[in-house]
């Protein structure tokens, strides 16, 4: 994989002061923290086993015969809050089960901590493939990480309200 590789899936371009969110090398953590000037808080909505989807597969990057057969991940989803009282970001973490070896382990027990806590303790940048796409719920940057030889897949979507506050600067 190529360190961030900036690929849209859409004909829709994203507004120049976003595109430094969707396309940070580093740690989205750090900078939506810097920007509010506080620890972000983390509220899951789910967090436990799923089955991956062919698309889920597919964007892990798995090939050949393993798409076709059930694959177990550790899911987290989770709304991210900066300063005030409306999330800023929704949030999907993808842990396939045949990744959670080692130290990867303890990205089961993440509970309210960012994921940028632990992606990003001894790394500032990581091998990743990076997906910008517009949905409904607003821009969303979906990230394939290689950490330490583990693949995971985060989505991050960027919701109207945060986005409002970053177009008024």
Known sequence: MRPNRFNTSTKISPPPALLPWLDTNGSLTAMLEAKAGQPLRVVRSFEGYRLLSLRQKQQLGLQGAVLNRPLLAWVREAQLYGNDELPWVTA????????LQGQARRLQQLKGTPIGYVLFKRCRTLPNQRFIEY????WRRQT????????????????????????KF
């Open 92 to 99: 999907q973490s993808i842990f396939p089960l045949i990744s």
């Open 135 to 138: 949905t409904n719920e607003g």
């Open 144 to 167: 394939r990480y290689d950490w330490y030889g583990r693949t995971l897949l985060i989505s991050e979507t960027f919701l109207p309200h945060f986005c409002q506050q970053i177009l």
